[in-house]
């Protein structure tokens, strides 16, 4: 995509776009890593005017002096072949986190570098209010101030993005987010509403709340139904009096110094009817960058810091009570004697669930098997027990029996033997001719022994011990041959 610009045309990658929202995308320049470029899904008129007039009157900085971009302010607008204004350029930012990610103490673990403790985080909402601060300085209003439009650096500077929304002058800010909304905007149609500082004071002192509160929202509390929105519209904070309790494992607010406990009561309880009272932004700034000096280590712990006016570290007391919780969940879990008890007479079949029901017939039956052919299962081919089977020595004038088990071809069936075919393949292909014919036989009387080449051709009236296939069958395995 190509586009115009106060320097000439400049070329977007849309091959990797950075961002996408209800209004606009976010692309990268092609040769210029410092910028980006912001282009409207339906760009208007009245936006290019105010991005012009955005131009010509920027906000001083508070990063600047080092390096730091602290107002992702508008740089440069973009137009189209017919010099509509579709879009403008602003600061490239990287290596950022999230406003979101910081606050939450879980994901800080996850996502920041070690070391980012609470020092950080009271530093972290000094730069957030001297930035805001700097904003309000210029005459403008944010409008929709969240934790969507704000990044954080490592060494917790802090960057305010989608500037093109702030109110200027008579173009009004048109969005916003019910939880960081002062109470007496709420419900109002924003496309003719206008807005005031208060009300940015009042979403700055929430941020601010959700960094050194362990990310719980200022108006988070049990006792109380409805949706944060509607319990800030009602005054339901848990620091008023007569309010909800806190959270159950929320920090308490005497763990903060009197000073900024005294700013979080006239945000958001002195302010819910007189807006005027709540904390600027400088107040906010100047005070978090004072009490800074009040903070000392953890004995305990490395990464835990408190205010010296507490004896004992507050982050360590809540692990503490934390295990405790865990420990008692674990004890009346174990020694809990509630069960359910179901009603008698219906039984609801689980689909999907065949097999476990199969499960036991399947065994039975396989047991009930097993044992019927057991006798069988003993004598199956290659493990014929020769002594049993056949006599040793000269019993029947026979010295031994030279066999070769057959081994059965994968998935080929059985095949019932008759006594003769048993014969003639342990034994030799007659009654009479044994299979070593080379071995001398002895019996009882002969005055020298025959080879069994021999001795296989008398008949079985010379010799009626011999036994034949049959014989043999009936009497060492069955009397049925099936």
Same mark, same amino acid.
């Given at each position: 995509?190509?586009?115009?610009?106060?320097?000439?045309?400049?070329?977007?990658?849309?091959?990797?776009?950075?961002?996408?929202?209800?209004?606009?995308?976010?692309?990268?320049? /092609?040769?210029?890593?410092?910028?980006? =470029?912001?282009? $409207?899904?339906?760009?208007?008129?009245?936006?290019?005017?105010?991005?012009? #007039?955005?131009?010509?009157?920027?906000?001083?900085?508070?990063?600047?002096?080092?390096?730091?971009?602290?107002?992702?302010?508008?740089?440069?607008?973009?137009?189209? !072949?017919?010099?509509?204004?579709?879009?403008?350029?602003?600061?490239?930012?990287?290596? &950022?986190?999230?406003?979101?990610?910081?606050?939450?103490?879980?994901?800080?673990?996850?996502? @920041?570098?070690?070391?980012?403790?609470?020092?950080?985080?009271?530093?972290?909402?000094?730069?957030?209010? =001297? #930035?805001?601060?700097?904003?309000?300085?210029?005459?403008?209003?944010?409008?929709?101030?969240?934790?969507?439009?704000?990044?954080? +650096?490592?060494? =917790? &500077?802090?960057?305010?993005?989608?500037?093109?929304?702030?109110?200027?002058?008579?173009?009004?800010?048109?969005?916003?987010?019910?939880?960081?909304?002062?109470?007496?905007?709420?419900g109002m149609n924003l496309s003719?509403?206008?807005?005031?500082?208060? +009300?940015?004071?009042?979403?700055?002192?929430?941020?601010? $709340? +959700?960094?050194?509160?362990?990310?719980?929202?200022?108006? !988070?509390?049990?006792?109380?139904?409805?949706?944060?929105?509607?319990?800030?519209?009602?005054?339901?904070?848990?620091? =008023?009096?007569?309010?909800?309790?806190?959270?159950?494992?929320?920090?308490?607010?005497?763990?903060?110094?009197?000073?900024?406990?005294?700013?979080?009561?006239?945000?958001?309880?002195?302010?819910?009817?007189?807006?005027?009272?709540?904390?600027?932004?400088?107040?906010?700034?100047?005070?978090?960058?004072?009490?800074? /000096?009040? @903070?000392?280590?953890?004995?305990?712990?490395?990464?835990?810091?408190?205010?010296?006016?507490?004896?004992?570290?507050?982050?360590?007391?809540?692990?503490?009570?934390?295990? /405790?919780?865990?420990?008692?969940?674990?004890? #009346? #879990?174990?020694?809990?004697?509630?069960? %359910?008890?179901?009603?008698?007479?219906?039984? &609801?079949?689980?689909? *999907?669930?065949?097999?476990?029901?199969?499960?036991?017939?399947?065994?039975?039956?396989?047991?009930?098997?097993?044992?019927?052919?057991?006798?069988?299962?003993?004598?199956?081919?290659? %493990?014929?027990?020769?002594?049993?089977?056949?006599?040793?020595?000269?019993?029947?004038?026979?010295?031994?029996?030279? &066999?070769?088990?057959?081994?059965?071809q994968k998935n080929e069936p059985?095949?019932?033997?008759?006594?003769?075919?048993?014969?003639?393949?342990?034994?030799?292909?007659?009654?009479?001719?044994?299979?070593?014919?080379?071995?001398?036989?002895?019996?009882?009387?002969?005055?020298? *022994? /025959?080879?069994?080449?021999?001795?296989?051709?008398?008949?079985? +009236?010379?010799?009626?011990?011999?036994?034949? *296939?049959?014989?043999?069958?009936?009497?060492?395995?069955?009397?049925?041959?099936?």
């Amino acid at each position: 995509m190509r586009l115009n610009s106060s320097t000439g045309q400049i070329a977007l990658d849309t091959n990797q776009m950075l961002g996408s929202g209800g209004e606009a995308k976010v692309y990268p320049v /092609k040769g210029d890593r410092r910028l980006v =470029a912001k282009v $409207y899904h339906q760009p208007t008129t009245e936006r290019g005017e105010k991005l012009r #007039a955005m131009l010509s009157h920027p906000p001083v900085d508070p990063g600047a002096s080092q390096g730091r971009i602290s107002i992702a302010w508008p740089v440069d607008v973009l137009t189209d !072949a017919g010099g509509a204004v579709v879009g403008y350029l602003m600061p490239a930012l990287r290596g &950022t986190y999230p406003f979101s990610v910081v606050y939450h103490p879980g994901a800080r673990r996850q996502s @920041l570098p070690p070391g980012f403790d609470y020092r950080y985080l009271l530093r972290t909402a000094h730069n957030l209010s =001297a #930035a805001v601060a700097a904003i309000h300085d210029m005459g403008y209003v944010i409008g929709d101030l969240n934790d969507c439009n704000i990044l954080v +650096q490592p060494d =917790a &500077t802090v960057t305010i993005i989608d500037c093109d929304s702030f109110q200027v002058g008579p173009y009004l800010c048109l969005v916003g987010r019910p939880e960081f909304t002062a109470p007496e905007v709420a419900g109002m149609n924003l496309s003719v509403t206008g807005r005031t500082v208060e +009300q940015d004071r009042f979403a700055l002192a929430v941020l601010v $709340y +959700q960094l050194l509160m362990s990310g719980y929202h200022p108006y !988070a509390g049990v006792g109380e139904p409805g949706a944060i929105a509607e319990r800030i519209n009602a005054g339901l904070c848990p620091h =008023a009096s007569g309010g909800p309790k806190p959270p159950r494992g929320a920090p308490m607010l005497d763990w903060l110094p009197p000073s900024l406990q005294k700013m979080v009561r006239g945000a958001f309880v002195d302010g819910h009817n007189a807006p005027s009272t709540r904390p600027s932004a400088k107040d906010w700034s100047d005070q978090l960058l004072q009490v800074e /000096k009040d @903070l000392i280590g953890c004995r305990r712990n490395g990464s835990h810091a408190h205010f010296s006016h507490i004896p004992k570290c507050p982050a360590c007391q809540a692990e503490a009570a934390r295990k /405790k919780v865990r420990k008692q969940a674990g004890g #009346a #879990a174990a020694n809990a004697t509630l069960r %359910q008890r179901p009603m008698p007479g219906v039984r &609801t079949r689980v689909p *999907g669930f065949v097999w476990p029901r199969l499960t036991t017939p399947i065994v039975l039956l396989s047991v009930m098997l097993l044992a019927y052919n057991w006798s069988n299962l003993k004598r199956l081919p290659g %493990q014929w027990d020769m002594d049993a089977v056949l006599p040793q020595g000269g019993g029947n004038g026979i010295a031994a029996y030279l &066999t070769e088990p057959s081994v059965p071809q994968k998935n080929e069936p059985r095949k019932l033997e008759s006594g003769s075919d048993i014969y003639r393949k342990l034994i030799g292909s007659s009654p009479y001719e044994p299979l070593a014919r080379n071995l001398l036989v002895t019996e009882p009387g002969m005055s020298s *022994g /025959k080879t069994l080449g021999e001795y296989g051709k008398a008949t079985k +009236q010379d010799h009626p011990e011999l036994e034949t *296939g049959s014989e043999i069958y009936r009497k060492y395995i069955g009397t049925d041959p099936y």
